[in-house]
């Protein structure tokens, strides 16, 4: 069974840091490419980042490249997000996941499975 948990998600100010981690479980970690992907408040998910599935390769939208920088642990089967220099824009519920195939990471509905996702607010 595929489990997806996010957690380290908080309120901070614009300019604060915040490190998400996923915990995932279920299946073979080390076989996928690992995402984050977040849900603004009434818009749709949407594509933050991805992670190579030996961690080498990495993409970020260009709306958090150099503020954002994602990372694993296979050893852990863990996938984190670092995120600095905060924006009210950035505030979101932020959900990581697992795609087998790099063309398809940015494909939010092709995932099949979700987590709870974490809650990051950015506001003074």
């Known amino acids: 069974q595929v489990q997806l948990v996010e957690s380290g998600g908080d309120l901070v100010q614009p300019g604060g840091s915040l490190r998400l981690s996923c915990a995932a479980s279920?299946?073979?970690?080390?076989?996928?490419?690992m995402t984050w992907l977040r849900q603004p408040p009434g818009k749709e998910r949407e594509f933050v980042a991805a992670?190579?599935?030996?961690?080498?390769?990495?993409r970020h939208i260009v709306s958090v490249r150099g503020r954002f920088t994602i990372s694993r642990d296979n050893a852990k089967n863990t996938v984190y997000l670092e995120m600095n220099s905060l924006k009210a824009e950035d505030t979101a519920v932020y959900y990581c996941?697992?795609?087998?195939?790099?063309?398809?990471?940015?494909?939010?509905?092709?995932?099949?499975?979700w987590g709870h996702g974490t809650q990051v607010t950015v506001s003074a």
């Open positions: 992670i190579g599935n030996f961690g080498i390769a990495t």
């Open positions: 279920g299946f073979n970690f080390r076989d996928y490419h």
């Open positions: 996941n697992a795609a087998r195939k790099w063309s398809e990471i940015a494909a939010v509905k092709n995932y099949e499975y």
